[in-house]
């Protein structure tokens, strides 16, 4: 997509958030003006507090299921990943969760239809369900649990992808559809369940690393700069997708669990707990479009992308205790 002005304007719903500040970062240093639009539910102010200085960024907090947004001028992007995204959090918010990505989507693609914005969605492999096949490209339908204990989230995206698909058809607006595998790095919350927060956590305190079930069950994890540098690519393009955006490094949760415990030197035992309901089995991209499409692989190692983490959150965790006398 060529941007029609010297400083376009993105606005990114979620923006406040582990993925979304990143992403409001690289924006701003390519030069947009940001507007990040968040209702902090699970993200945090100190995550953008760094990008509030400059002249480019403004913040709003506002919910985007329940408000329209009115934006001044010309507006060229607008993302949305405002979403609980951690099993943790859309499973303790399943209402709210449906609601960011049905209204939520809603009024995101008004905006940009109004705008004659492009339009992306932060969607997810989690479309894909306990998938059948592996690994999993755009064409496969996938096998969700439309009533499962996930469903809040997975339907949620399912039904954010099909009415942004209807508001191109219908209203001719320029959308693009980013299913996201898992994605990891600073600025992840310690206490947000997910796998690699919980094991870095775990690790730093010395304490056992939870593998839920067996551990056999199978991910792939992308480095946050690398899923930045693939939407932000993806946001140039010109392309509807959906783009599978991950790493195709597939690794049992118990081989992430023992190179969890290489980067940190820790001695924290594994601890095998309850398996979660519905968990997929697998799950590893086939990027090929992307790579075709968007000339787009990731390229931090999981080495280095873990250790960079680790390094980050054993700031976050230092920062936490209290001051000693
Ligand atoms: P996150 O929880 O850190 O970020 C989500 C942000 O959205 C938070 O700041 C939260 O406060 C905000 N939010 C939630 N509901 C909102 C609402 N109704 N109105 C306004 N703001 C709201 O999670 P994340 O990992 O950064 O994920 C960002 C997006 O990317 C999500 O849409 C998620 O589904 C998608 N995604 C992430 C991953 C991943 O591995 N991180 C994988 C696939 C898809
Ligand atoms: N997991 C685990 N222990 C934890 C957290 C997660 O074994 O403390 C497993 C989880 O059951 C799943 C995988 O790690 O199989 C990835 O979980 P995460 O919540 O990070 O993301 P998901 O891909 O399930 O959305």
Redesign the pocket.
Known sequence: MALKTAHPKAVVAGGAGFLGSHLCQRLIADGFEVLCVDDLSTGRESNIRHLLEHAGFSFLRSDVAMERLTVQGDVELVFHLASP????AYLARPVETLLAGSLGTRNLLELARSKHARFLLAS???VYGDPQVSPQSEDYWGHVNPVGP?SA?DEAKRFAESLTVAYRSASGVDTGIARI??T?GPRMQAD????????IR?ALSEMP?????D?H???SLCYVDDTVEGLMRFARSEHSGPVNLGSPRELT?RR??ALVRVVTQSSSPIQF?A??VD???V?CPDISLAKTLLRWVPAVSLETGLENTAKWMAGELNDALPARA
């Open positions: 995204a951690s099993p943790t997810t492999s989690e996930r989230y595998f898992n990891y947000d369940g997910r796998v690699v927060s919980t094991f775990q690393l939870t593998v839920h079930g551990g069950q199978t991910r949760v992430i669990a707990v398996a979660m968990d997929p089995k799950r």
